[in-house]
């Protein structure tokens, strides 16, 4: 599966981002099942609202990280959410 | 005593929360206890809504509906909405009997997550006899509406000798119906399974067909549908990592407000498992002896405790090595390397004779009846 640069990302309707605070961590919750996430890849998936692209979530991320050179890291990452249909594009 | 060693304990993530033994469906492979008919009692809305909190408090996050049928408990729609706020990620783990449009709609406004609907075969005419009840079609049309209000839909069917010829047409059916998720669940022989096991147990050629129909579609249908295959243990070398090792995940809470370690935990001698009603989820979890008693490695006998598999497979379950050895501290027989295996051989071959003979026993339904009959 690979990304559109130019459509914007929207997280999956039929999966769900929750932070649990016994885990300390986000999750994504599923039928039977749940996927614990690392910060930096809770925080791409947070901005997967249906408003931001490729290139405007790297800009926005690196902004607030204030760093530069993300854009394999979450091309990466966004290729594997898209796979196990956790986000989607159109 | 076995447990009450020094195992770190990790905190429940699945809560199993069986309401009810009460079910319209007759299914001869239930995972339900043989003699749940004596247990009549079931905790009321307010135990629940106790047990669905404190279980949440400690981080239990998963959450399954499930019986029996829970859709003959009156207070579901309360119950969901209470796990909702809560936090859970709840799943109705279903027959679909009786489950109408305005029912589904309700669930949704309560905070449902998810729908399982079961469905017993590909053709109504089988499907209706394994269910011991006419459901075929309103099961289909169920699983159209769970769609259709936007649940993701998982599809459950149970595969045993009677069915997995259908494997085909089974595929043909979840894609036909849009389901999200197929579980194709080989029959686990506990409970009803177990009573009516020979003639369940497909054959070894059997098995290897229907596993390379259902892989060639999991490939055909990446990105689309997700396939939980439910491995069919008697034709694998090593056992499962049952209940991801006892204690450490899973907790069930049967209608009658036994805290289980497994569903099937009730039928092993001696446990002392828990009720509800008198002590609080982080009691039992903790400190109770069911719950201690099988963590850790501390009571394996050999040739477990000397494996060096032993963390990957946590010895098998425990009720298998019960059930076929008579020892439930004794390596699940499935694994080559237990000295009983060779029961899981005769089990076969007493299967296949089923087969072959030409006064085939009757499948002994889930029902009262028959549960008073047998214990």
Not at chain 2, 79 to 88: C, K, N, P, S, T
Not at chain 2, 119 to 129: C, F, N
Not at chain 2, 160 to 177: D, K, S, T, V, Y
Not at chain 2, 289 to 311: H, L, Q, V, Y
């Amino acid at each position: 599966m690979t990304i559109n640069p130019d459509l914007p990302f929207k997280f999956s309707p039929l999966h769900r981002l929750q932070w649990e605070e016994a885990q300390q961590k986000d999750v994504i919750l599923y039928p039977e099942g749940m996927v614990e996430l690392n910060q930096s890849s809770a925080e791409i998936l947070k901005l997967c609202d249906g408003t931001r692209n490729l290139t405007q979530i790297v800009a926005e991320l690196e902004q607030k990280f204030a760093t530069t050179g993300l854009t394999k890291d979450i091309t990466t990452f966004l290729e594997i959410a898209l796979k196990n249909g956790w986000i989607q594009q159109n | 005593m076995a447990g009450f060693n020094k195992t770190k304990i990790t905190p429940p993530r699945w809560l199993l929360a069986e309401l009810t033994y009460a079910c319209p469906l007759q299914c001869p492979y239930c995972s339900n206890p043989i003699d749940y008919a004596k247990y009549q009692s079931e905790l009321t809305t307010e135990d629940w809504k106790r047990v669905l909190t404190q279980a949440r408090k400690m981080g239990a996050v998963q959450l399954g509906f499930s019986g029996g049928e829970p859709l003959t408990r009156k207070d579901l729609i309360e119950l969901v909405r209470h796990a909702r706020e809560l936090g859970y990620y709840s799943n109705l783990i279903t027959s679909g009997y009786g489950l109408s449009e305005e029912k589904i709609i309700q669930l949704k406004e309560a905070g449902l997550d998810h729908i399982q609907v079961s469905i017993q075969a590909s053709t109504q005419e089988l499907s209706d006899h394994l269910a011991g009840t006419e459901s075929y079609q309103h099961k289909k049309e169920v699983a159209r509406l769970v769609k259709k209000h936007g649940y993701p839909m998982v599809l459950c069917v149970v595969i045993h000798r009677e069915n997995i010829h259908q494997m085909p047409q089974i595929l043909e059916m979840a894609e036909e119906l849009g389901a999200d998720y197929l579980e194709l669940a080989n029959t686990q022989y506990y409970g009803w399974a177990h009573v009516n096991r020979d003639l369940l147990l497909p054959t070894k050629e059997q098995f290897e067909q229907a596993e390379q129909i259902a892989q060639a579609f999991k490939e055909k249908v990446a990105g689309k549908m997700k396939i939980y295959y439910v491995v069919p243990d008697f034709y694998e070398d090593r056992p499962k990592a049952c209940m991801n090792g006892w204690g450490t995940t899973f907790l069930t809470i049967a209608p009658d407000g036994v805290a289980l370690p497994c569903h099937s935990a009730r039928e092993l001698p001696g446990l002392d498992c828990p009720n509800v009603k008198e002590y609080s989820i982080e009691q039992i979890w903790n400190e109770s002896k069911a719950f201690n008693f099988f963590r850790g490695f501390e009571w394996m006998k050999e040739p477990c405790r000397s494996c060096d598999e032993k963390e990957k497979d946590f010895g098998g379950c425990r009720c298998q090595a019960y059930l076929l050895s008579g020892d439930m501290y004794n390596a699940d027989p499935v694994c080559s390397k237990s000295p009983d295996h060779a029961v899981i051989q005769q089990a076969i071959d007493s299967a296949r004779a089923s087969t072959l003979s030409a006064d085939e026993k009757p499948l002994i339904f889930r029902n009262s009846k028959n549960s008073r009959i047998l214990s």
